[in-house]
């Protein structure tokens, strides 16, 4: 696959962007502190997290399969379970390219046009977002005075620390002015010259995104969305026992770091690097935990994770090439008996 220069540029600004933001949170902290913190961690805890985080994928898969048949196309679990993984995977690299890419892939496995697919998956992200807005609405309502002080001690220190380090404003507008530049200047891609390719792209799109109303089994959809952010809130809660600093925060401090950790993995940042540590430790000092050992708790979970997608990301891939192979020599084996 050709980068071009948009790309190119598009994917150096990304990882500026993200190697700014690591520095900036670990230019203080030092490896024998990670070493420290990981010599008092309970690993089974980690384990358990990775183990939720794993059914939570589970039933991903399992909820875009449902979405997909009221598209009126079937998808095999496993090829679901596979291309969600990669799809993870890919978002580790660029943002935003795993929703693509495990459109594609389901496309390579099972047939299902891409544009039917990337419907669904608007689709579940519009039901995520609206789940991600209540979570946070009632974890706001629970813990008002503490989130509020904390809203307003983060802009009055955001605003020292700018006035301060007047560098970092300087940084922020070039890399603004630079973003608006890709956003407004630059190709947005190869041009479909063909309007009915556009039409048929645009009606396939249409057709995944409405196909909510479509499901068959709409309990199934809505349990597998619950257990989904069920899930979430255990595989990040969880992680909490397995340090002396974290082990007794309460239920409301894992609603906190659920919708921290969420609103950090939304950001068009690989993977969340940095956004996640931030939005995590900062949260992580309502409960007394100092800003430098919330960054190392908040690295320690997000490292996991990382590790799970990195590592099951990677055996799917494999997988869904050595399954597509193996179909593809089935298909030329049988064409060639028809010819002869």
């Known amino acids: 696959m050709k980068l071009n220069v948009k790309e190119a540029a598009k994917y150096a600004f990304v990882l500026i962007l993200t190697g700014a933001i690591f520095w900036y949170l670990f230019r203080q902290i030092q490896l024998d502190d ?31 399969k449902l979405l997909l048949q009221g598209s009126d196309y079937s998808a095999n679990l496993s090829n679901s379970y596979f291309a969600v993984m990669i799809g993870y995977l890919a978002n580790s690299i660029f943002p935003r390219l795993g929703e ?19 419907g669904t998956v608007v689709t579940e992200r519009v039901i995520d977002l609206f789940i991600l807005l209540i979570v946070t609405a009632v974890t706001f309502l629970l813990q008002f005075n503490l989130l509020e002080s904390y809203f307003n001690n983060g802009l009055l220190s955001l605003k020292t620390k700018l006035i ?57 959809f809505w349990i597998s969305t619950l257990g989904i ?85 990677s055996i799917s891939l494999i997988l869904v090439n050595i399954k597509h192979k193996r179909q593809s020599k089935i298909g030329n084996s049988e064409q060639n008996k028809v010819e002869e």
């Open 34 to 64: 990670f070493k420290s913190a990981l010599s008092q961690f309970n690993f089974w805890w980690i384990g358990l997290s990775i183990f939720l985080s794993i059914f939570s994928h589970f039933l991903r898969a399992w909820r875009w």
């Open 100 to 118: 693509v890419t495990r459109c594609g892939i389901l496309n390579k496995t099972d047939k299902v046009p891409v544009s039917i697919s990337l």
């Open 164 to 220: 301060d380090n007047w560098w970092i404003l300087g940084l922020l507008f070039v890399l603004g002015i630079f973003g608006l530049y890709l956003l407004f200047y630059t190709s947005l891609g190869k041009r479909v010259k063909l309007v009915g390719k556009v039409r048929d792209f645009v009606g396939g799109l249409w057709t995944g995104i409405t196909s909510l109303k479509h499901v068959k089994n709409q309990f199934g």
């Open 229 to 313: 952010w069920v899930l979430y809130f255990f595989m990040l809660y969880v992680i909490t026992f397995g340090s002396p600093l974290t082990e007794n925060l309460g239920i409301l401090a894992g609603l906190s770091i659920l919708v921290m950790g969420s609103f950090g993995m939304a950001t068009p940042i690989p993977n969340g690097v940095g956004a996640f540590h931030t939005l995590v430790a900062g949260v992580l000092v309502l409960y007394g935990i100092d800003q430098q050992e919330g960054i190392i708790f908040a690295t320690i979970m997000h490292t996991s994770q990382f590790i799970t997608v990195l590592v099951i990301g």
